[in-house]
Structure formats: C-alpha cells, structure tokens
C-alpha cells in the first residue's frame, strides 16, 4: 500500500497570501495524484487530477505540481472561501490511498 | 444535472450490518465506476472499495476484505455498500463518488452510527 504524507497538518495563513502544500508517497505514484478540498457539511471538491490538471470550474488561483513521490497544491492567492481541509488521493494503483489532510485556518 | 444522492443516516447496534444506497443521474451510470469513502469523526478520508458499473468488478481496502461488499443494479443506476460486524470504530460518514481514479462527483454522505 503506498503510504501519502501531507505536511504540514495545519497550516494557519490570512487572506490574500500565497498557500503551498505539500503531499510525498512512500513510492511512486506517477502522476497519478488528485487533490481534493473539503469543508464541515459538505461533499469533498475535486481540485486537481494527474497532479496537475484543474477540474471543470476550479478557479485559476489553484495549482498542482509534482510526480512521482513529490507533489504540491499552491493557492496563489488564498479568499476567504478557500479555508478548509485539503487531501491528496493516488489511484496509481490498488488499493488508493489518501492522505491524511492539511488543514488551512485562518491567521 | 449529475448527482449521485445517498440513503439516510442509519444508527445500528454492534454486530449489526448496514446497507448504504447511492442512486446516480444525469449521466450514463456504466461508463463510470463508483468508488466509496468513508469519514469517521475528527479523522481523515479512508478508501473502502470500488466497483465497476460495467461489469461488476470490484477491488476492496484489504482492512475490509470480508466484510464489505459493494454491488450494483443497473435498471435503478444504484450502487450499494454493505457492511457487515459493524462496531463502533465504523462510525461514520460514508460517501460514494463516481470515478475508477480521480472522483469527481461525489454524494451527500451517510450518516451511519454504531452504538449499544
């Protein structure tokens, strides 16, 4: 089972800064990576997939980098909406696997 | 519009079973399988399993072999997840998705409460 590390497990930032996450798995999973964002009540949000494409409709200030073991979310310029719980997820092979989240709070 | 809508909250009694329904529309149902997540409280995402919609295959988190199973029913676009020997550590939101690989839908969560 491939093992995905987020760090850091709370990250407490202000609106308008930069955010860059971090998500490194035990061994490769390609680019085989999604990152998803999920708030108190609702349904997780699909963000990014193959560790660097947006979903339909995700804003532009969401970024994501990285293959292989070594992958990051960057929120460029973090809104007041963008406070939640953020985790990575590979389906490079059976069984997937998330991590285990990084919280954004505010500052 | 694509949705896929789940059963209610279920509150059961250790030992007991559950049974989880996901009802899926706005899109075909077999071109994409559905993937099932749990959330227990104050904790992260696990992954359950997943089953094909085309052909029923199925793949499960070793930590449920035997204990879960995932089915579908094609003339209703439903997928069902049962578990069974629940005990309190299976307290939980539990949420199907659509996909094989990254989800891009997901349901409304269900509410399942393993308490004596």
């Known amino acids: 089972e491939k093992v995905l590390t987020q760090s850091p497990a709370t990250l407490s930032v202000s609106p308008g800064e930069r955010v860059t996450l971090s998500c490194r798995a035990s061994q490769s999973v390609s680019s085989s990576l999604a990152w998803y964002q999920l708030k108190r009540g609702q349904a997780p949000r699909l963000l990014i997939y193959d560790a660097s494409t947006r979903a339909t409709g995700i804003p532009a200030r969401f970024s994501g980098s990285g293959s292989g073991t070594e992958f990051t979310l960057t929120i460029s310029s973090l809104q007041s909406e963008d406070f939640a719980v953020y985790y990575c997820h590979q389906y490079n092979n059976w069984p997937r696997t998330f991590g285990q989240g990084t919280k954004v709070q505010i500052k | 519009q694509v949705q896929l809508v789940q059963s209610g909250a279920e509150v059961k009694k250790p030992g007991a079973s559950v049974r989880v329904s996901c009802e899926a529309s706005?899109?075909?149902?077999?071109?994409?399988?559905i993937t099932w997540v749990r959330q227990a409280p104050g904790q992260g995402l696990e992954w359950l399993g997943w089953i094909s919609t085309y052909d029923g295959d199925t793949n499960y988190a070793q930590k449920f072999q035997g204990r879960v199973t995932m089915t579908t029913d094609t003339s209703t676009s439903t997928a069902y997840m049962e578990l069974r020997s629940l005990t309190s550590d299976d307290t939980a939101v539990y949420c199907c998705?659509?996909?094989?690989?990254?989800?891009?839908?997901w349901g409304q969560g269900t509410m399942v409460t393993v308490s004596s």
């Open positions: 998705a659509r996909g094989t690989d990254a989800l891009d839908i």
């Open positions: 706005g899109y075909a149902f077999t071109t994409y399988g």
